[in-house]
């Protein structure tokens, strides 16, 4: 087991500062609200599941950043054993109340010691809840996670997709159909300029990889993006083998395919022994 370590709910790393503004976002009222009337699966994880169907069928399943349980009805349902975590402390006890047949638990991904090495056959971590640290904590959950998974147990997971056409590109900067969607977002950014500027100051652009502030939660978050060949090759650093990458819509995508039209990507991977 790896020794708990003295980090808290946030967590610091480059773009650290950031990401303790991410964490402060997942435990506001109106956000923990938000996340806790949503159920079951978006339409790109539907179709991911029901090809991973057999896998996930009677597997030990960790769902990670479970929010306020959206996903848990669902899968929980499918699994010999299922765990929820999350680290915010609202949205894990909202989940809670939901289902309190199950076990939901407290924890940061980038700690997992109270899981055993090799628990889990299948981790999920769903609608991009990794993106919500920087590089070296990325990393540090990829450690994690595959420590707890078995070898050749699964990892999914979404991830912001970097070569999305509309990537940092603000509504005006989109060249959208004018709708009263595009209208709204306008507006929207307009009353955020003061916020979307002080932002500005904490956005990491590398080769790799960028942590940009995003429209998600009203421009409060600093959210990482990657291209599918860049995170391939994390994943193989970190011990994993991907296995497939689809679209937003869960459709696999070529091997040399780039989607410009899914603002995140669904991968598959596997853990190498
Ligand atoms: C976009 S929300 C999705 C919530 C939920 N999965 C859903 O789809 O409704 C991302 C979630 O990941 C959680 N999260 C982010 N970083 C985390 C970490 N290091 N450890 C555990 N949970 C984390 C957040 O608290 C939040 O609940």
Redesign the pocket.
């Known amino acids: 087991m790896r020794r708990r370590g003295a980090r808290g709910g946030g967590?610091q790393s480059r773009g650290g500062e950031a990401t303790e503004g991410?964490?402060a976002t997942?435990t506001r009222g109106e956000i923990v609200e938000h996340?806790a009337s949503?159920s079951g699966l978006?339409p790109g994880e539907g179709v991911l599941i029901d090809r991973w169907l057999d896998a996930i069928t009677g597997s030990v399943f960790l769902d990670?950043?479970?929010?306020?349980g959206?996903?848990t009805g669902v899968i929980a349902a499918l699994t010999q054993r299922y765990v929820g975590?999350?680290?915010?402390a609202p949205?894990i006890e909202a989940a809670r109340r939901r289902y309190p047949e199950r076990d939901l638990r407290w924890?940061?991904?980038?700690d997992l010691a109270e899981f055993e090495d090799e628990e889990f056959s299948v981790v999920w971590?769903?609608?991009?809840?990794?993106d919500?640290?920087g590089d070296d904590?990325r990393r540090q959950?990829l450690g994690e996670i595959r420590r707890v998974v078995r070898p050749g147990g699964l990892f999914l997971f979404s991830t912001h997709n970097r070569d999305v056409a509309t990537f940092d590109r603000l509504p005006w900067r989109r060249r959208p159909r004018v709708t009263r969607t595009y209208a709204r977002s306008v507006v929207q950014a307009v009353r955020r300029l003061p916020r979307i500027v002080r932002m500005r100051r904490q956005v990491v652009h590398t080769a790799d990889y960028a942590q940009i502030n995003d429209d998600?939660h009203d421009y409060t978050l600093l959210m990482y993006y990657i291209d599918r060949f860049a995170q391939a090759r994390q994943l193989g650093e970190c011990g994993f083998e991907l296995v497939e990458v689809s679209s937003q819509g869960g459709r696999p995508l070529a091997d040399s395919e780039v989607d410009r039209a899914s603002v995140w990507l669904h991968y598959v991977a596997r853990r190498v022994p």
């Open positions: 967590g991410n964490h997942y996340y949503r978006q990670i950043g479970v929010g306020g959206r996903t975590v999350d680290y915010s949205l924890a940061d991904a980038r971590f769903s609608f991009n809840g990794i919500s640290v904590d959950i998600a």
